[in-house]
């Protein structure tokens, strides 16, 4: 599996390994891209599974070398898995069945009272209220350190007995789709996310969109809104 290389490890990416493998448990997995490996000892590394590709037996190699540097093992006599690329259909059609997959698991969401247990599906998706519960610690398995964040929460309403449900970003995006997770209505405006397209055909034709920041209207945009270019219209009271 390991290749002769003659590839020469900088310090920064000697140190770049060791930030990765320090915190990493006995048994515990570290996943480069395309590579994956246990750490089986005190200095032991094992490849558990490589992507059929050049650029990662290269990489592999790599990380062979900056090891050896720091007196590990690396293990890759037996790989369990060689991943083939995935090619473009296979691509499409994994994201198909990850979206229905996504979809089976929504659908059984239900309202957390045990009176109502309304599907969430069918509350005022549209209607989502983005609020901010303030500074949290969160920890970057990444890093592995610890860093401080905004937390947002979704709020939505449910259809059958009207409590307000918070829910995690993504669980919302999962709920809601892409369309409704980038469309945002605060202060009597709904504000939608434009793509790079649709940017390009509104300036041509003369149209004009808003560009969020952090604030405005003093009030707070929720983050995966910040730094959007967007569609504003006001919300009609017929709409009410
Ligand atoms: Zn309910």
């Known amino acids: 599996m390991r290749e002769a290389t003659d590839w020469e490890p900088s310090d920064d990416e000697i140190a770049w390994t060791k930030t990765n493998l320090e915190p990493l448990q006995i048994g515990g997995t570290w996943a480069p891209q395309g590579l994956e490996y246990e750490r089986t000892g005190e200095a ?12 990662t037996r290269e990489a592999h190699t790599r990380v062979c070398k900056v090891l050896e540097m720091m007196d590990w093992t690396v293990d890759d006599d037996d790989v369990e898995r060689v991943v083939n690329q995935p090619t473009p259909d296979e691509v499409a ?10 979809q089976s698991i929504v659908s059984s969401w239900v309202c957390p009272d045990d009176e109502c247990e309304e599907p969430l599906v069918n509350a005022q998706l549209d209607r989502c209220e983005w609020v901010n519960y303030g500074q949290h610690t969160f920890h970057n398995p990444e890093t592995g350190e610890d860093g401080e964040a905004d ?3 979704a709020h939505i309403t449910c259809e ?4 307000i449900i918070p829910m995690q970003p993504l669980d919302y995006g999962y709920i809601a789709g892409e369309d409704l997770f980038y469309t945002w209505v605060t202060n009597n405006y709904r504000y939608r ?3 790079r397209e649709d940017t390009v055909a ?20 929720p ?3 910040q730094g959007t270019y967007c569609l504003r219209a006001p919300i009609l009271d017929e709409e009410e």
């Open 202 to 221: 509104l300036i041509d034709a003369g149209g004009q969109g808003i560009p969020l920041g952090s604030i405005i209207d003093g009030v707070e945009v």
């Open 44 to 55: 032991a590394l094992r490849l558990v599974s490589i992507v059929n590709h050049d650029g």
């Open 193 to 195: 996310v434009l793509t």
């Open 151 to 153: 937390r947002w929460l």
């Open 93 to 102: 059609a994994n994201q198909q069945s990850e979206l229905e997959r996504i």
């Open 223 to 225: 983050p995966h809104m």
């Open 160 to 163: 059958g007995c009207g409590t």
